[in-house]
């Protein structure tokens, strides 16, 4: 043999027990394919306008990361809402005629604002207007009562004397000393006396009610004065809260010109773009993924592959934002499976496998990249690993089993 075959025999020896050492030893891994993208492991946080109003500024943009507290965008508060001026200084009116009333129910004089004035000024003109008819009045049923009285009295002690004068003028009649004519004309006049007197006696007691009635008068004019004083009062008092309120709510809604970020997180969805866009309250603004929490892989598991895949079982995953071959793959573990199969618009079913990554960065020359929502990613779901040689004797093994089979049992 010469030495050129002994060689390459030699060579040959070599190469084949390498190979052969490389198959039995060397493993490759036998994993489930799936296809889906990043989402966040957390619930999307919506952020809604507090109020009406105009964009002043956007401070972020999508994709963004924001840490909690940080500005997302001011608004200018619709002119309904910025009128906190205006109802400071209808307060200040307010209070002042307030207490320009609380003087005027003493009987003194106080200054308010010219509204104010012009109303007490009416109201006062209005009061003592009745209140001098009403005194006039008063006065005059006094004074008639007091004459009628003086009247009666007078009529009652004539009464008194006549009546006196009679008994006396019957006993001379008795005796002879005058005639029944004189007897008779002096008992006429006690009559009308008496007649007077109990006419006098009635116009007393309608006099005195007359006064009384004036008295009455005079009194509730003053009450109804002071009733509408404090009438006033109340009505300035309620509009006063009202106002107060309305100061308060300004106030909040000045708080609320600045919307922040609740959490740290990544501006997900933006719905304003710009300086001047309308926003009504409650309206979405931003949707912010919380960072927190990280990322996930969501993945579509075709149906006869879901049996290969259980809980804590080992995947990874490439990202097509981040070249295999540049930045490799990202390990990590199944945490769950939809307990029900999903159909697709084609109608194909499959089942939804979410895998949470090692790390929630990709690091490449000292750079680092967050994983974001929506970057599209292919997972291999590794269900054993199996050494290279097994991969060549396995199917010839399958086959010599069913060559050698009980045809009946194949």
Do not use: C
Request: proline content about 3%.
């Amino acid at each position: 043999m010469s030495r050129a075959s002994i060689m390459f025999t030699i060579l040959f020896g070599v190469a084949f027990f390498a190979i052969a050492g490389w198959m039995m030893t060397g493993t490759l891994e036998e994993s489930v394919p799936g296809a889906g993208e990043m989402v966040p492991k957390g619930k999307l946080r919506m952020i809604r306008a507090p109020l009406n109003g105009t964009v002043r500024q956007v401070h972020v943009r999508e994709n963004e990361i924001v840490k909690a507290g940080d500005i997302l965008v001011e608004l200018d508060l619709a002119p309904g809402e910025i009128e906190e001026s205006r109802f400071s200084d209808k307060l200040q009116i307010l209070k002042s005629e307030i207490t320009a009333l609380k003087s005027a129910s003493h009987g003194e004089v106080g200054t308010g604002s010219s509204t104010s004035t012009a109303w007490m000024a009416a109201a006062q003109q209005a009061y003592q207007s009745r209140l001098e008819s009403a005194k006039l009045q008063a006065s005059r049923t006094s004074h008639e009562y007091q004459e009628v009285l003086e009247r009666e009295a007078r009529t009652q002690e004539l009464l008194a004397q006549d009546e006196e004068q009679l008994v006396k003028y019957r006993k001379l009649y008795e005796a002879g000393g005058i005639s029944k004519v004189e007897l008779s004309e002096f008992e006429q006049r006690v009559m009308r006396l008496r007649t007077d007197a109990t006419v006098l006696v009635e116009e007393v007691q309608a006099r005195r009610l007359a006064k009384e009635q004036a008295q009455q008068q005079l009194a509730e004019i003053s009450a109804g004065f002071q009733e509408r004083l404090l009438q006033r009062m109340v009505d300035l008092q309620k509009d006063v809260v009202d106002l107060e309120h309305s100061l308060d709510q300004t106030a909040l809604a000045q708080e609320k010109r600045v919307v922040t970020s609740p959490i740290n997180g990544i501006i997900h969805q933006q719905s304003v773009r710009g300086d001047g866009d309308e926003v009504m309250s409650g309206e979405n603004l931003f949707s912010v993924v919380p960072l927190d929490e990280g990322m996930v892989a969501e993945v579509k598991v075709s149906n006869r592959d879901l049996s290969y895949i259980h809980i804590d079982q080992a995947a990874a995953l490439s990202l097509e934002a981040f070249p295999v071959q540049k930045f490799g793959r990202l390990m990590g573990k199944v945490t769950a499976i939809s307990p029900s199969s999903v159909k697709d618009d084609s109608g194909q079913s499959y089942y939804l496998v979410y895998i949470q990554p090692d790390k929630q960065v990709f690091e490449n020359d000292g750079g680092k990249h967050l994983l974001r929502p929506g970057m599209t990613v292919s997972a291999d779901l590794i269900t054993r690993q199996k050494s290279i040689l097994s991969f060549l004797t396995e199917p010839l093994g399958f086959k010599l089993d069913r060559a050698f089979r009980d045809p009946s049992n194949r």
